[in-house]
T-cell receptor, first 111, second 116 residues
């Protein structure tokens, strides 16, 4: 079946550092790809998504590009803030399948 | 508006209690989901309702009983739970059934359940 792999962390960065969280997937079809963010004590919030190859999703300074050739959807942000501290889930949704989530990456940003 | 609401926010119950979790969305979505999330883990799918009918039950114990009274509401009835059922219970919705692919899920804030 489909699967999502991502670095589990924790990832610890200083404020204003560059962030990359790697995500790779395996899928039988042509899935949509997502990043969700979960702040402490809260539910999952959709951060960004991409539905076809070479699409770039972006929101709140975060970006990720759908790379079909490398089956990847890495999350990047140029300058992180303390308020970005959260758990980030990469996910996919493929035809005929349930949603599939990666294990999550815990990010801590220090002032 | 992409809001999914859940009540209560927190719930403490004994193993002999009966309680219900509620979820509501007004986005006109036709699929609604219950997930269970343990600490430091991704959400685990429990149930999916499509067009108010139960379409997926991921082998969930019968002490969890879902109900979809209408297209905007989703309940999860709890009875005789065990301490290991303590978790964050998340509701989500999507425009259409997941089988068609290319859907986006929107999550509620969750109900944090503690079973004593």
């Amino acid at each position: 079946g489909d699967s999502v792999t991502q670095m589990e962390g924790p990832v610890t960065l200083s404020e204003e550092a560059f962030l990359t969280i790697n995500c790779t997937y395996t899928a039988t079809g042509y899935p949509s790809l997502f990043w969700y963010v979960q702040y402490p004590g809260e539910g999952l919030q959709l951060l960004l998504k991409a539905t076809k190859a070479d699409d770039k999703g972006s929101n709140k300074g975060f970006e990720a590009t759908y790379r079909k050739e490398t089956t990847s959807f890495h999350l990047e942000k140029g300058s992180v803030q303390v308020s970005d501290s959260a758990v980030y889930f990469c996910a996919l949704h493929d035809y005929g399948q349930n949603f599939v989530f990666g294990p999550g990456t815990r990010l801590s940003v220090l002032p | 508006d992409t809001e999914v609401t859940q009540t209560p926010k927190h719930l403490v119950m004994g193993m002999t209690n009966k309680k219900s979790l509620k979820c509501e969305q007004h986005m006109g979505h036709r699929a609604m989901y219950w997930y269970k999330q343990k600490a430091k883990k991704p959400p685990e799918l429990m149930f999916v309702y499509s067009y108010e009918k139960l379409s997926i039950n991921e082998s969930v114990p019968s002490r969890f009983s879902p109900e979809c009274p209408n297209s905007s509401l989703l309940n999860l009835h709890l009875h005789a739970l065990q301490p290991e059922d303590s978790a964050l219970y998340l509701c989500a919705s999507s425009q259409d059934a997941p089988a068609g692919g290319q859907e986006t899920q929107y999550f509620g804030p969750g109900t944090r359940l503690l079973v004593l």
